[in-house]
């Protein structure tokens, strides 16, 4: 694909439902990483994959949170059980090379809880 | 853990002045890049420093990577509105194990 793609583009949703984002990164990439952007703020690390693998998922908020990443590709991260304070958005990002590629950034998930 | 730090958090300029976001980790970084993001876009990538001491200079942008590659900097001479946003740093730890530490950036407003 031309760049990295995530669905949906706005997510709102009441209090204690689940929700699953979907992040389609660049093909050929290997690495793909989940962020989250709170309005005016930086970029929190949330899980990282090589491959179908998670060698660090230290960024993950709470056991609400999961991820998971199929055939190498897409990654679908869920939250279960949302709160407001998971509002945010949710950055997807994807790089050649885990060490030193540049990562190529989504245009998000502005996911709301009301 | 490791951390990035960014200084300063905010910055308002007149057009035509120059500016200077500073990046500071607790660690040693094997490397560093640098994103921009647009008002209501999503990071992209600028430039990467690998080398200690490496200088990087893209048109009115200069990029350093510090010698103890602790630290980095992003100096724009003469901005432009179009150079408005929030700048980034971001680094990968000395032990690379691909996770990527973002500063908290610097946002920059240039009054035309």
């Known amino acids: 694909g031309a760049g990295v793609s995530q669905s949906p583009s706005n997510k709102v949703t009441e209090k204690g439902k689940d929700v699953e984002l979907r992040c389609d990164p660049i093909s050929g990439h290997t690495a793909l990483y989940w962020y989250r952007q709170s309005l005016g703020q930086g970029l929190e690390f949330l899980i990282y994959?090589?491959?179908?693998?998670?060698?660090?998922k230290s960024g993950l908020p709470s056991d609400r949170f999961s991820a998971e990443r199929t055939g190498g590709s897409v990654s679908t991260l869920t939250i279960q059980r949302t709160q407001q304070e998971d509002s945010a958005v949710y950055l997807c990002?994807?790089?050649?090379?885990?060490?030193?590629?540049?990562?190529?950034f989504g245009p998000g998930t502005r996911l709301t809880v009301t | 853990g490791q951390q990035v730090m960014q200084i300063p958090q905010y910055q308002h300029v007149q057009e035509g002045e120059d500016f200077t976001t500073y990046c500071n980790s607790s660690t040693t970084l094997s490397n560093i890049q640098w994103y921009k993001q647009r008002p209501g876009g999503h990071p992209v990538f600028l430039i990467q420093l690998v080398k200690s001491g490496e200088v990087k200079k893209q048109k009115r942008l200069t990029f350093q990577f510090g010698e103890a590659k602790k630290n980095s900097s992003l100096h724009i001479t003469a901005t432009q509105t179009t150079d408005v946003g929030t700048y980034f740093c971001a680094g990968h730890g000395s032990s690379n194990t691909g996770k990527l530490i973002f500063g908290q950036g610097t946002t920059l407003q240039v009054k035309p």
């Open positions: 994959f090589q491959g179908n693998s998670a060698p660090d």
């Open positions: 990002a994807s790089s050649w090379d885990r060490a030193l590629g540049e990562q190529y």
